[in-house]
């Protein structure tokens, strides 16, 4: 492994203050105030994406060539006529014996690559994709654990210039093709285990489904023995030839990188395609501004390939940082394992959810105690991190170890606001909207308001923000999407208080998407597998935020006459949702109700429901008049007041 960050000064200048710097003196004042700075950023988007674009080390490119040719949302157009590649740029200035990928299962160190090794292999993958016929406007699909086989798999099919789409083995078959399939991928890459929570996961058969269903699949590698499928490749054979040249495909700035898959809360997940040069940019902002990532940091985020969280640890990479891809639970063998593993990888960054750390509160495990360890920055991402939670954790590890809580989202493929290395952390708050993003609060007349709840909205374009949705050819699904609530500004469905002291305060989703853990899940991967048992008329599942830091979430049976929610009924309930989607879906409780309640379209009315087991007045959620059986919402009411979460 490389050195890790503990061997530099206690207290390094933060790279922030040298970028500061630099626009200070070119704008003749003095730029250290982050809220002046964050000011300049949104005022002045073409200099500050410039200034960014030349101290992070992008591409050269002419300073008077134009960096935003439109600033409407959506089509806005970033930096035309530059060419680049993701892998590529990732390569450049590494140091090639030091450590880029550690993969660890929950019995230790499986692999480690160097920068050398890592290329070598993503270079040998592409000439293997090559062969197959893999180029600029194919699509290569992943369906792996958080492995070094999945950062290399992607890497090579990003340096050919092909669209990478990746679903984790927390997914059955079927749900991984509802995602997948939109694809159209010409090659998959898949594994066929994975050991979590000390038992291994066999995904043979779901592999299968893949192969059945992705029909344009010219050719299929599988990570490690291949014995069972003689048709396919072993993934180890197609990285390993050491004679592989390295080629990169360079393509125009907003070309396809990947598709990331939102959670299917009201039917199939949207596609989100993101383009190499706005996810490279971002990517390195972010890492190099925001969290100070360089070449002597080590990275470990808890998270599923099924997650962007994923794809913004994999960004650590393009800030020369070493990333550590934990393939395991967060829980096993106890629920200490994600600060064992900080411990012994010297791990510097560490990221996980308010979940983790409420189930560690919980549990009574004690956090690393200040200057025990190399850590120096906790990140805390994925749902809601209360006020007490927060100042849990930030007793038990010091003011040494900042904590990095930040909100953002699958769409863009980062923080909307988060942490500055210059502003303190408050618990219950995020410091700061992040560099370059216009954030503000938006009432239901779309007008910016500070101190009280309402929208949270972006009302300038961010390079990373989607090219299209898959399946949208006129663009109608992505504005729908975004941009309808208030035209030409992004809606995001989360609610927040913007303070007078310019931090924010996220108070949840507003929308019906659940986020269990700090996994967004959608409702209908729930309901769906329930739904198709004969004993179920219908479902509705909702989550919630508790006041303690955890989460509920029940579901709602509507049962065919003649049928009871016995134990046994139940427990095939639970084996429906896990062996159909994944354990992490399964509801705390199952409720029979006599009804679901619907809009006179047919919708099912989650949010109302949501918000009045909340305790909101039903008549402040919806208006009865839509409702199609309006008796329904009286009778959930009722539950609502005497309902006790498990």
């Known amino acids: 492994m490389s050195s890790p960050r503990s061997t530099r000064e206690a207290v390094p200048r933060p790279q922030l203050l040298d970028f500061s710097d630099g626009v200070g003196r070119k704008l003749g004042t003095e730029m250290h105030d982050y809220r002046r700075l964050w000011s300049w950023s949104i005022d002045e988007p073409d200099a500050f994406w410039s200034a960014v674009w030349d101290y992070v080390g992008m591409p050269h490119r002419d300073a008077s060539d134009p960096v935003l040719t439109d600033s409407a949302m959506p089509g806005a157009e970033w930096f035309p006529g530059v060419q680049l590649n993701y892998a590529e740029e990732m390569f450049r200035h590494r140091s090639p014996d030091d450590t880029a990928v550690t993969g660890v299962d929950e019995f ?11 290329q070598q292999q993503v270079a040998s993958g592409a000439a293997w994709l090559r062969a197959h016929g893999v180029g600029t406007g194919d699509a290569v699909a992943g369906y792996l654990p958080n492995s070094t086989e999945a950062v290399v798999a992607f890497l090579s099919a990003a340096s050919v210039g092909a669209t990478w789409g990746l679903c984790g083995l927390d997914y059955a078959g079927e749900a991984a093709l509802a995602r997948l399939g939109q694809l159209r991928p010409k090659v998959l890459i898949a594994a066929k285990q994975t050991h979590v929570g000390g038992r ?29 499928d003689k048709d396919a490749a072993s ?51 972010i890492g190099t501004l ?14 599923s390939p099924s997650w962007m969280m994923w794809n913004f640890l994999i960004g650590a990479l393009q800030c020369g940082a070493e990333i550590v891809c934990y393939e395991g639970s967060a829980g096993h063998p106890g629920i200490g394992r994600l600060w064992d593993l900080a411990r012994e990888l010297d791990v510097t960054v560490l990221g996980t959810s308010p979940g983790y750390l409420a189930a560690c509160r919980a549990g009574g495990i004690e956090l690393p105690a200040p200057g025990s360890t190399g850590l120096r920055l906790l990140g805390v991402t994925g749902s809601t991190f209360t006020p007490d939670l927060h100042s849990w954790v930030a007793d038990a590890i010091g003011d040494e170890v900042p904590i990095a809580s930040t909100s953002g989202g699958t769409d863009v493929c980062t923080a909307f606001v988060g942490h500055s290395p210059t502003v303190a952390s408050v618990p219950g708050e995020l410091s700061a909207p992040c560099l370059g993003v ?38 109608s699904r992505y504005r729908a999407a975004y941009f309808d609530r208030y035209p030409g500004t992004w809606c995001h469905g989360d609610s927040i208080t913007v303070t007078g002291r310019g931090s924010v305060i996220i108070h949840g989703r507003s929308d019906a998407t659940l986020n269990r853990h700090g996994v967004r899940m959608g409702s209908g991967d729930i309901t769906a597998p329930v739904e198709q048992l004969p004993e179920v008329a219908e479902a509705l599942v909702i989550g919630m935020e508790r006041p303690n830091g955890g989460y509920s979430m029940p579901l709602f049976v509507h049962l065919v006459d003649g049928h009871d929610l016995d134990e046994n009924l139940i427990e095939r309930l639970r084996f429906a949702i896990r062996s159909s989607t994944s354990p992490r879906h399964v509801p705390d409780e199952f409720i029979a109700v006599p009804g679901i309640p619907h809009t006179k379209t047919g919708k099912k009315l989650e949010v109302p429901i949501r918000r009045i087991f909340l305790g909101e007045d039903p008549d402040d959620c919806l208006d009865r008049r839509a409702v199609d059986d309006p008796a329904l919402i009286d009778w959930f009411a009722a539950l609502a007041r005497s309902w006790q979460p498990r």
């Not at 590698?221 to 069972?228: L, P, R």
């Not at 700035?253 to 383009?275: E, N, Q, R």
């Not at 925001?290 to 998270?303: F, Q």
């Open 200 to 228: 291994l996961v066999d995904r043979r058969d779901d592999v299968a489904v893949l192969r059945e269903g992705l029909a344009e699949v010219v050719a299929t590698a599988i990570v490690g023995v291949t014995e069972w």
């Open 438 to 475: 216009n954030l503000r609060c938006f009432d239901d007349a779309g007008a910016s308001v500070v101190g009280r709840a309402g929208e949270l909205v972006i009302t300038a374009p961010m390079p990373s923000m989607p090219l299209r949705i898959l399946g949208d050819p006129d663009g």
């Open 235 to 285: 993934f180890d054979t197609v990285v390993s030839n050491a004679a592989s040249a390295w080629s990169p495909a360079r393509v125009p700035f907003d070309h396809p990188l990947w598709v990331l898959f939102t959670s299917g809360t009201t039917g199939k997940p949207k596609g989100l395609v993101h383009g190499h040069g706005g996810i490279l940019l971002e990517q390195r902002k």
């Open 290 to 303: 925001h969290l100070d990532l360089g070449s002597d940091d080590r990275v470990l985020w808890y998270t």
């Open 108 to 118: 230790g160190i499986v692999r480690t690559l160097s920068w050398s090794e890592l």
